[in-house]
C-alpha cells in the first residue's frame, strides 16, 4: 500500500509535516475510488434521493424509508434498504469474497437498529460455456447459500447474466432490506463527546488488509494469488450472535450510534461515525481484541476482519453493553472516546512492531506509547479531491441482423443461461426462513410479508412495545442487463429502471425506493468514463420520472483486467409495496384470455429494434437499442392496478429475451395458443423493449380500460388447459410443449450438477 504522490503532497499540506505510516495507509483506503467515490461522486446528485417516505437518505450506512400502513393502529414502520459490491475479492476466492458480502450489507443493516429480513443478490460471469465462469458461479452461490443460510436472513431475489466481458472481473451486488420502527433507529452519526466507543465481535486478524486499496484498482493477471490477503474471511455463525446481540442492545436502548466495520476496517468506522457527527476520537489501539500477535498499528486500523460493529455507548451503560456481548459470546473492547478534537490513535508495542509503523525504515529505540494517527476526522474520512476525468459518448451501432428461422431462434434463446430457469441458484438459497416470504424466488419479483411492527415505543424500562399487523405486502426486484448497457448505456440504464418497476407493477405492488450499485470499469480510460456517465445519467432520469427516490448505493469502479473492461452495470434494487401479500402469479391458469401490454410493435405503432437483445448476443448482429416509452410512469401504475383486478389470473413481465421467453416461462400446468401473424415474427418475438407484460385475465374490456391513453394493448390469444405453447406466425406454426421448454430452461441445472 502507499499514498500516491499527489495525495501525500495535499496531506501533507493539511497536517503540516509527513503523515506517519499508519495515517498514510489511512489516507490512502479512505481516499480510494471505493471509499471517496473520487471519480463519481461528481455525478451522483443526478438522482433524486428525497421523497415523504425517505427517513434517511444517501450517506449512511443504509437508506431507511417508511412504509404506507395498510394496517391500523399509530406508529411507523420502516424499512432499510443497502447495496454493496464484492467484485474483486469474489474473483480472488468465490466462496469468501460472496460470503462476506453478504456479510457486509447484513451488518450495515444492523447499524441502522433494524433486523434483516431480506437479501437479493446480481451476479454476472464470463460466459457460461467457460469452464472458469462455472467455477466462479459455483462458489459464488456456495458462498452466498452458506451464509445466508447460516445467518437465517432469507435470499429472495436477484440476477444472473452471462457476458464474455465478466470473464476477468465478475461482479457480485448483493441488497439486503431491513425491518425497523421509529424508536429503535439509530444512525452512523455521533451524538456526543465524551461516549465511549465499544468495539463488539469478533477478534481482529490481519485479513483483508487494504481491501478497499485494492477494490480500487484494476485487477492483476495474478489477481487469484497474490492478493488472497486482502478477501476477508466470513463466520457466519458469529454473524447469527451478532445479529441476535444487536438486537438486545437496540432493546434495551444502549446505542447511540453505530457503525459496520467494513472497507478501510476500525479506522473507516470509527472515522467516518465521528466525522459524520463533527467530532475527534481518542482510540488505544492496544484495547482492540486481537486473534493474532504481534499486530501493528497499522494492521490493527485497516485489517478488514469480519462480523465487528463499532458502537458509540455513553458511559453509564458501558457494562451493560459488556454484559449483553458475553451473553452472546462475542468479544467486547472498550477501544476509546468520542473527542471535540482530532481522530487520534495511540499504540504501544513491541520494538519491531514500533519500527514496522516508522516511515523512515530504520530500527526505532523503545520510546513507550505512541501517537500513530493524529489527523482532523473530516479531513480523514471527506477531504479526498473529486477526479476531473475525459469522457467519450458511446457510438449507435449501425443495423446488422442475422439470418434466422424462428424455430432455431426459440430453442437457442429460450434455452440460453441468460434466460433460463435459476431454480438451479434459488434453490440453494432458504428463501422461507422468517415465514415472511409470500410470493418466492422465481417470479418477476419476490414478496414479502410485512406482519409485524412496534405500535408502541420503548417503555421507560426498556421493554419493547407490542406487535400489530401492519397488512403490507413488501414487493422487491433487484437486476440489470449488460447486453442493454452495453449496447446503450443511457436508454439502457433507463430501461434498467423500467423493467424493476414493471416486475412490482406485476405483482400489484406501487414503486415506493431504489438503491443502485454501479458498476464500471477503469474510468482513466474515455470511453468506459463515458458509457459510466451514461448509465449513471439513465438511472437517474428514468428513476426521477417514475418518482422513485434512489435513496443509497454503491460504486464499484476498476473493474478491468487482463480481458478487458466490464459493460457499464447498473444494478438497481427496487422495493414497492401493495395492500395484501397475495399477488398474481406468473403461471398460467388456462382459463383466460391472453393480452400484451406496453408493446407498441405488436400495437403496429412501431418497428421492432433488436438491440441489446439476447437474440443478437446468440446469432450475432448489432441494431438500435429500443428506448423505453416516456409513459413508462403511467404504464407502471396501471399495470399494478391492472394485477390486482378480480379478473386478472397471471401476470408476467416482458424482458429478457423478449416475449418469446416471457410466454415459454408462463406455461406449466396450463399452456397458450396465440396468434402473430401479419407482423414482424422475429422482431416481435425477440425484441427486448422494457415495459410491458403479458396479461391473462377474464375481463379483457377491464384491461382495456386501465391503459386506455397509457399505453397499447394487443390481444394476442387465449390460455388453454393443454400443456403446451402454440404461436401462429406469418414464419409458420411453433409448438413446444412444457416438458420440452422445460428441457430447454434447465440448462444450469443440467451442466452443473
Known amino acids: 500500500m502507499s499514498l500516491s504522490d499527489s495525495d501525500r503532497e495535499i496531506v501533507t499540506g493539511e497536517l503540516g509535516r509527513e503523515p506517519t505510516r499508519a495515517e498514510a495507509a489511512l489516507f490512502e483506503n479512505l481516499w480510494s475510488e471505493h471509499c471517496a467515490y473520487r471519480s463519481s461522486r461528481p455525478l451522483l446528485s443526478a438522482f433524486d434521493s428525497e421523497g415523504e417516505q425517505v427517513v434517511v437518505g444517501p450517506g449512511d450506512d443504509a437508506a431507511v424509508v417508511a412504509l404506507p400502513d395498510h394496517g391500523s393502529g399509530e406508529g411507523e414502520t ?42 437479493t443478490d446480481s451476479l454476472y460471469f464470463g460466459d457460461f460455456d467457460r469452464e472458469h465462469s462455472r467455477y466462479l458461479l459455483e462458489g459464488v452461490v456456495e458462498g452466498i447459500s452458506d451464509y445466508g443460510n447460516a445467518i437465517g436472513v432469507p435470499t429472495v431475489g436477484g440476477s444472473l447474466a452471462f457476458h464474455p466481458d465478466y470473464e476477468g472481473n465478475p461482479l457480485v451486488n448483493v441488497a439486503c432490506v431491513g425491518l425497523v420502527s421509529e424508536d429503535r433507529l439509530v444512525t452512523a452519526e455521533a451524538q456526543e463527546a465524551g461516549n465511549e466507543l465499544v468495539l463488539v465481535g469478533n477478534a481482529t486478524g490481519r485479513d483483508g488488509l487494504g481491501g478497499a486499496s485494492f477494490a480500487s484498482e484494476d485487477l492483476a493477471e495474478d489477481a487469484e494469488t497474490e492478493d488472497r490477503p486482502a478477501v476477508q474471511v466470513g463466520d457466519p455463525y458469529t454473524e447469527k450472535l451478532l445479529i441476535e446481540a444487536n438486537e438486545s442492545l437496540i432493546d434495551e436502548g444502549l446505542i447511540e450510534s453505530a457503525r459496520d466495520l467494513g472497507a478501510a476496517g476500525l479506522g473507516g468506522a470509527s472515522s467516518e461515525l ?144 441468460n434466460t433460463a430457469s435459476r431454480e438451479w441458484v434459488y434453490r440453494q438459497y432458504d428463501h422461507e426462513v422468517g415465514v415472511r416470504t409470500a410470493v418466492k424466488p422465481g417470479d418477476d419479483a419476490a414478496v414479502m410479508a410485512i406482519r409485524e411492527a412496534r405500535a408502541e415505543p420503548r417503555s421507560a424500562d426498556g421493554s419493547s412495545g407490542e406487535n400489530r399487523e401492519t397488512g403490507t405486502g413488501l414487493a422487491i426486484s433487484a ?46 480510460k474515455p470511453a468506459v468514463y463515458g458509457g459510466f456517465r451514461g448509465i449513471v445519467s439513465g438511472l437517474a432520469d428514468a428513476c426521477s420520472a417514475l418518482s422513485v427516490p434512489v435513496v443509497g448505493g454503491n460504486v464499484s469502479l476498476y473493474n478491468d483486467s487482463a480481458t478487458g473492461p466490464i459493460p457499464p452495470t447498473p444494478t438497481l434494487a427496487m422495493v414497492g409495496t401493495r395492500e395484501g401479500y397475495d399477488a398474481p402469479p406468473t403461471r398460467l391458469s388456462g382459463e383466460g384470455r391472453l393480452l400484451v401490454v406496453g408493446d407498441p410493435v405488436l400495437a403496429g405503432e412501431a418497428e421492432p429494434e433488436l438491440g441489446g437483445s439476447e437474440l443478437l448476443a446468440r446469432f450475432g448482429g448489432s441494431d438500435r437499442f429500443p428506448a423505453p416509452s416516456e409513459g413508462a410512469p403511467e404504464f407502471v401504475a396501471a399495470l399494478a392496478a391492472a394485477a390486482n383486478d378480480g379478473g386478472t389470473l397471471a401476470v408476467h413481465d416482458v424482458s429478457h429475451g423478449g416475449l418469446a421467453v416471457a410466454l415459454a416461462e408462463m406455461v406449466g400446468e396450463a399452456g397458450a395458443r396465440v396468434d402473430l401473424s401479419g407482423g414482424p415474427t422475429i422482431g416481435t418475438l425477440f425484441g427486448e423493449r422494457a415495459g410491458r407484460a403479458v396479461i391473462e385475465t377474464t375481463d379483457p374490456e377491464a384491461v382495456h380500460e386501465r391503459f386506455e391513453d397509457v399505453a397499447p394493448v394487443s390481444e394476442i390469444g387465449e390460455a388453454t388447459p393443454e400443456k403446451t405453447l402454440v404461436i401462429e406466425t406469418d414464419a409458420g406454426e411453433l409448438s413446444a410443449s412444457a416438458e420440452e421448454i422445460r428441457a430447454l430452461r434447465d440448462v444450469l441445472e443440467r451442466e452443473l450438477d
Open 274 to 417: 465521528v466525522a459524520k457527527g463533527g467530532f475527534g476520537a481518542e482510540i488505544d489501539l492496544n484495547r482492540v481484541h486481537q486473534r493474532e500477535p504481534n499486530m501493528n498499528a497499522m494492521e490493527i486500523l485497516l485489517a478488514e476482519s469480519q462480523e465487528r460493529m463499532c458502537y458509540e455507548v455513553r458511559p453509564e451503560n458501558v457494562e451493560r453493553v459488556e454484559a449483553i456481548a458475553e451473553r452472546f459470546d462475542l468479544g467486547c473492547s472498550v477501544i476509546g472516546e468520542v473527542t471535540e478534537g482530532n481522530y487520534t490513535c495511540t499504540f504501544e508495542g513491541s520494538e519491531a512492531q514500533r519500527a514496522s509503523d516508522d516511515t523512515s525504515g530504520e530500527q526505532s529505540e523503545p520510546r513507550g506509547r505512541e501517537t500513530v494517527v493524529d489527523v482532523p476526522a473530516e479531513f480523514l474520512a471527506d477531504g479526498a479531491p473529486m477526479n476531473d476525468l475525459a469522457h467519450v459518448e458511446p457510438e449507435e451501432p449501425a443495423r446488422d441482423l442475422p439470418d434466422v428461422e424462428l424455430r432455431e431462434a426459440f430453442e437457442t434463446v429460450v434455452g440460453s443461461p
Open 78 to 119: 420502516y424499512i432499510t434498504l443497502g447495496i454493496e459490491s464484492h467484485n474483486h475479492p469474489s474473483y480472488v476466492d468465490p466462496y469468501d469474497g460472496a460470503a462476506t458480502g453478504i456479510g457486509g450489507i447484513v451488518r450495515d443493516t444492523l447499524s441502522m437498529g433494524a433486523y434483516p429480513i431480506a437479501l
Open 479 to 524: 437486476g440489470a442487463d449488460p447486453n442493454w448497457t452495453g449496447a446503450a448505456p443511457y436508454e439502457g440504464a433507463r430501461a434498467v429502471a423500467v423493467e424493476n418497476a414493471t416486475n412490482l407493477a406485476a405483482k400489484g405492488a406501487t414503486p415506493l425506493a431504489a438503491v443502485d450499485c454501479l458498476n464500471g470499469a477503469n474510468p482513466e
